[in-house]
């Protein structure tokens, strides 16, 4: 097929320029955002695992796009990659699509887990300490991605690298460029790369061939277009309409119950709900063109509607753009709505400057953050005596009120010896200084 020079500028540009800058900067960001949430300490545990789940989701699926989507391009309609690249390209195409396919359903439903977590936490609160908990989540991630890989699996016997004995090819014959049915795996099916033999008259071709489960008219309507728009669309979309709007709506009411009673409190909760909503938003805009997209798609090949084909390649262009950005998106999100994500990751940016500034906190700082711990502790301890559970439970109490004021002894020692050491050099640094400047008298009166 030819392809026109409009066609060949706009997807080079998109698809290695733009989507290949957009999947550096979302691997980073994704990298980023699983380092500062395990360090965040003002949300909760349970919402950034699942926020770090995501990241990891999003960080799969756009290493994958980098080989379905940028490397695709470049060896349709550039020449910069070397040969032994596109010999092996085959193979990576069969494995690349539906890896990918995994990874973005694990996405569309890491999403769907997060926002009924935070349904839990902020609409159900008293089920939120027996359903959000860190064993049932990471159960429930699990299994998120156990069902994507078992969805995902016929994907992978949609196409097949097969070798063919030809006769003579020219370099122009090394790379047909067909794209017949967009966006599916059908859009390579027929790149062929070939390879010397030991006949100078005889050449090998790597032909990367569709099957025939993929021409099957049952297999496409069931799988990839009634399962695929139930799985990926219908369900979680209406898993998210229900959720976000009993979020809103929670959202709304404890906003009316803080202005009325002139309080603050639950700010940091409210932030990271409306943070979640914007990354639910975001996700809805940017996945809604794929499936008008595979809508159009199925219409114009199975129904007849007239459909521009022209218009269905650019379309399919901006669709894979769409995915990505929304995959890259995050990190941005977290940092314009989230305070403490923000200067979390500042800090990491400039860790020469952060751990210079670690090292500069004094140790007696550290000391009486311990100090303050195990009195906190004591506390509960004393109250623990005073109000026992049972009565067989006084000698415990008795034992560890015991210890810990041993340990609080020890912590205050060692305050002690460093406040004392520190004077030392202090007034050692004093006096050197002091020495300093008297020889330096001496030496200008003589």
């Known amino acids: 097929m030819a392809w026109s020079a409009a066609y060949v500028q706009y997807a080079t540009v998109v698809n290695v320029y733009v989507v290949g800058a957009l999947c550096a900067f979302g691997i980073a960001g994704n990298v980023l955002s699983i380092v500062v949430l395990g360090r965040d300490r003002t949300i909760r545990r349970t919402t950034a695992f699942l926020l770090q789940m995501l ?5 799969s699926l756009l290493v994958l796009c980098l080989f379905y989507v940028t490397l695709k391009t470049s060896l349709k309609f550039t020449d910069w990659l070397p040969a032994a690249v596109r010999r092996r390209w085959p193979y990576v195409r069969v494995y690349s699509y539906p890896m990918a396919c995994i990874s973005w359903t ?12 935070r349904y839990v936490a902020i609409c159900r609160p008293i089920h939120a300490a027996q359903y959000s908990t ?13 069902l994507a890989v078992a969805y995902s699996l016929p994907r992978f016997f949609e196409t097949e690298v097969v070798e063919v004995e030809t006769g003579h090819v020219s370099p122009s014959d090394v790379l ?13 099916a027929d790149m062929n790369v070939t390879r010397n033999n030991a006949s100078s008259e005889s050449r090998s071709v790597l032909k ?4 025939a489960m993929y021409k099957s008219g049952l297999y496409q309507v069931v ?3 009634s399962l695929d728009f139930v799985v990926r669309f219908f369900l979680p979309f209406a898993a998210l309409a229900f959720f976000n709007q009993r979020l809103v709506r929670a959202l709304r009411e404890s906003d009316q119950i803080r202005r009325r009673s002139s309080t603050d409190g639950g700010g940091t909760e409210r932030q990271h709900t409306w943070m979640l909503a914007v990354v639910v938003v975001v996700f809805v805009v940017c996945q809604l063109p794929s499936v008008v997209f595979d809508v159009c798609v199925v219409l114009h090949v199975y129904a007849g509607v007239p459909f521009s084909r022209r218009a269905l390649r650019y379309a399919a ?3 894979n753009l769409m995915l990505v950005v929304n995959s890259s998106v995050n990190v941005v999100i977290y940092c314009f709505m989230g305070r403490q994500f923000r200067t979390i990751l500042l800090r990491i940016i400039a860790c020469g400057a952060s751990s210079a500034a670690a090292a500069s906190v004094p140790t007696r700082d550290v000391t009486r953050r311990w100090i303050r711990s195990v009195a906190r502790s004591l506390c509960t301890t004393y109250r623990l005596h005073i109000h026992p559970s049972s009565p067989g439970q006084d000698e415990k109490v008795r034992r560890r009120i015991r210890a810990r004021v041993l340990l609080l002894d020890a912590v205050v020692d060692v305050h002690r010896e460093m406040t004392f050491e520190a004077d030392l050099d202090t007034l050692g640094a004093g006096r050197a200084s002091t020495s300093r400047g008297d020889v330096a008298e001496n030496s200008q009166d003589k």
Do not use: G
Not at 208 to 211: A, E, K, Y
């Open 106 to 117: 694990a996405t569309v439903w890491m999403v769907v887990l997060l926002t009924a977590d």
């Open 55 to 59: 990241a990891v989701a999003d960080a």
């Open 208 to 211: 990367l061939q569709i099957t």
């Open 134 to 146: 860190m064993p049932r989540l990471r159960r429930a991630v699990a299994v998120v991605w156990v």
């Open 176 to 188: 047909d460029h067909s794209d017949a049915n967009y966006s599916t795996p059908a859009a390579d």
């Open 317 to 319: 262009v901006a669709v």
């Open 223 to 225: 799988y990839k277009v």
